[in-house]
């Protein structure tokens, strides 16, 4: 199934929590948006169709990492002292040395770092376990664990830490419903699927 029908499904449920919860027109809106993007949470893997979507092209980071590199051996010739000077010029060394292997496979990783120092900067503890999230997926095969009971769960976490923090009811089981479809949606028990999800990793590697 592709990406708009998994937003789609996903932004209906949350307008039937919101419907559920009778809440008021801008939480309703909320809690559809919050639904659309759970609703493609899980292909949020190395194949998944969202990494390209929610990473900056690799050559951002790369041309940053050049010149931040160029900066740090430049300040430290002219302002290092002693044994500064030298691991300021090895770290910009470095750093312009490694820029030459950051790939556009990397920037889903490089994503997750970042989401995780932002909730812990922010003391969030929903967004920082988006951060963890992000990174497993970044290192896990397509229609894997995100495709799992263990995804479902570990973004159930997400999502109840994200309604504690907003303190707006329906987000969990907004979050956790649209999560939910995706699996349904990409599962055998649509007669046009032909692959499945692997739902009990890692106790089975059985498609259903």
Not at 78 to 87: D, H, Q, T, V
């Amino acid at each position: 199934m592709n990406g708009t029908a998994h937003v789609a499904i996903g932004a209906a449920a949350g307008f039937i929590v919101a419907n559920n919860y009778q809440s008021s027109p801008a939480t309703t809106l909320l809690l559809v948006g919050i639904g659309g993007i759970s609703g493609l949470i899980p292909d949020l893997d190395i194949d998944g169709k969202l990494r390209n979507k929610i990473t900056l092209s690799h050559k951002v980071i790369q041309s940053a990492a050049l010149l931040i590199g160029m900066l740090m051996i430049v300040y430290s010739i002219y302002e290092g002292i002693a044994a500064n000077r030298y691991l300021g010029i090895g770290i910009g060394l470095a750093m312009i040395i490694g820029s030459s292997f950051i790939k556009q496979r990397h920037m889903l990783t490089i994503t997750g770092i970042g989401v995780l120092v932002s909730g812990i900067s922010h003391q969030e503890m929903w967004l920082l376990l988006l951060g963890v999230y992000i990174l497993i997926a970044s290192f896990v095969a397509h229609r894997s664990y995100t495709h799992s009971i263990l995804g479902v769960i570990f973004y159930g976490i997400i999502v109840s830490k994200l309604e504690v923090s907003l303190g707006i009811e329906g987000i969990f089981y907004t979050g956790l419903t649209g999560y939910i479809s995706h699996l349904v949606a990409d599962s055998k028990l649509l007669p046009f699927n032909k692959r499945g999800i692997k739902l009990f990793l890692p106790i089975s590697s059985k498609e259903m």
